[in-house]
């Protein structure tokens, strides 16, 4: 079955600006997380949506939000963009099943460089 | 609050020698938790989970992890290290629902494993 699926791979965008990154995952899954991995602060929870619900936040600046559809794709937009915002943002797709699943995929990234 | 440590920034090994990651957690309840490997440029691949049961976790790529309760670690290794091996690998725990954090992740710092010829 296909994986989970970020785009685009690659976005540089300006300060102050705004992006949009999408995500879509396995088919089936209905969770849905967003991580922020940079070199300083490694990885990172931003949100997790679950059925269009945002269910858990991370610590993060309400310049990031993020939605779920009904398909359950996701996308999370960042706007007034800082320098500090340059990261990898990864997706990760889980069943969410109950049972022992709690098997978490992870998409290949979006790279973001903010200049 | 739950958390993981990876006390090495890097370990280096030779190729055909065992290798070990370390990993120790704190949590409360009972731990899921895992080990991912990341390659350059790329998202986190899976290796293995810890949910419940045997204390030694077959995963893929021929990795293990041994779970510990009493010395609160879940160590990944391998018997036999290739040049391929070499990447970053990130253990993680979940923050599951018992504790209200429902599905979240989350990680360590990250080790970069270096296997030299």
């Known amino acids: 079955k296909a994986g989970v699926t970020q785009t685009p791979r690659y976005l540089i965008k300006t300060r102050g600006q705004q992006v949009t990154l999408s995500c879509s995952p396995i088919?089936?899954?209905?969770?849905v997380s967003w991580y922020q991995q940079t070199p300083g602060q490694g990885l990172q929870f931003l949100f997790e949506?679950?059925?269009?619900?945002?269910?858990n936040k991370g610590n993060f600046p309400g310049r990031f939000s993020g939605r779920q559809f009904s398909n359950s794709r996701s996308e999370m937009n960042v706007s007034t963009l800082e320098l500090g915002d340059s990261a990898l943002y990864l997706c990760?797709?889980?069943?969410?099943?109950?049972?022992?699943?709690?098997?978490?995929?992870f998409g290949s990234g979006t790279r973001l460089t903010v200049v | 609050a739950q958390s993981v440590a990876q006390p090495e920034d890097q370990v280096n090994v030779a190729e055909g020698n065992p290798l070990t990651v370390k990993c120790t957690y704190s949590?409360?309840?009972?731990?899921?938790l895992f080990w991912y490997v990341q390659y350059p440029n790329r998202g986190l691949q899976f290796l293995l989970k810890?949910?419940?049961?045997?204390?030694l976790v077959k995963g893929s790529y021929g990795f293990e992890a041994e779970f510990n309760k009493s010395q609160t670690s879940f160590h990944l290794k391998k018997p036999s290290a290739l040049v391929s091996d070499s990447a970053l690998y990130f253990c993680?725990?979940?923050?599951?629902?018992?504790?209200?954090?429902?599905?979240?992740?989350?990680f360590g710092a990250g080790t970069r494993l270096a296997v030299h010829p």
């Open positions: 088919s089936g899954h209905r969770s």
């Open positions: 810890y949910i419940t049961g045997d204390n």
């Open positions: 949590v409360s309840g009972n731990p899921y």
């Open positions: 949506y679950f059925s269009e619900t945002q269910r």
């Open positions: 993680a725990v979940r923050d599951g629902l018992f504790s209200g954090g429902y599905n979240k992740l989350i």
């Open positions: 990760a797709s889980s069943s969410q099943l109950t049972g022992t699943n709690y098997g978490y995929t």
